[in-house]
């Protein structure tokens, strides 16, 4: 296997800042190990995916295998509903429960939202909101696993890709005008709670 199979580093623009992805051929299929966007260069980009395995080789779109799963990544980043569990993630070392949450957040439907508490009782853990919040801030693949659909009670809860929860508020209102009024819904509703009425 050449080194451009073992782990190459593939980056391009989008509508959501420069964006790229690891991706590895080892484990008998092509699958991504990690995605970043939202960054303001193509060099910031390549240093934060090579900051885990600076071997890894940057290869040009056009030359990658995965030419598919850009295309999809920008047809996401222009604010079309695409189906992004298409594009196979890395199963990489991680807890039964992890791998659980992040499997219930990848069926997340475009355009809707789940708060971390509802996440945690779709995995079977009712009362286990804070370690879901946890292994969303962990999420190596982004957008792919859809963290950002996933939000607090009172508020967007975190978002730890590069521009924060301004980023996140962006993807949500990208998604659906609706997702940032449900969002809005939950904290009137949570007011109306602690004021009694």
């Not at 051929?25 to 934060?48: M, N, P, V």
């Not at 222009?78 to 219930?104: H, K, N």
């Not at 508020?169 to 949570?190: I, V, Y």
Request: charged share 25%; with cysteine; proline share 5%.
């Amino acid at each position: 296997m050449s080194q451009v199979d073992a782990h190459s580093v593939v980056v391009f623009p989008s509508n959501l800042g420069w964006m790229g992805f690891v991706f590895s051929t080892q484990d008998a299929r092509a699958s991504i190990q990690r995605l970043s966007f939202g960054h303001s260069t193509k060099r910031e980009t390549i240093e934060t995916l090579r900051r885990e395995n600076s071997k890894c080789t940057v290869i040009s779109e056009e030359e990658s295998r995965a030419i598919d799963w850009v295309r999809l990544l920008q047809r996401f980043a222009d604010g079309e509903s695409v189906d992004l569990s298409v594009i196979p993630v890395a199963l990489g070392q991680f807890t039964e429960f992890e791998t659980d949450v992040r499997a219930a957040c990848q069926n997340i439907p475009f355009g809707r939202t789940l708060t971390y508490g509802e996440l945690a009782q779709k995995v079977g853990r009712p009362g286990a909101a804070r370690a879901v919040g946890n292994v969303m801030r962990k999420n190596p693949t982004p957008l792919v696993v859809p963290c950002h659909r996933v939000v607090g009670t009172q508020g967007l809860g975190g978002f730890s890709a590069p521009q924060g929860l301004a980023m996140k508020e962006r993807l949500l209102d990208m998604e659906s005008p609706s997702a940032k009024t449900q969002n809005a819904k939950r904290k009137m509703q949570n007011l109306k709670c602690k004021v009694g009425v």
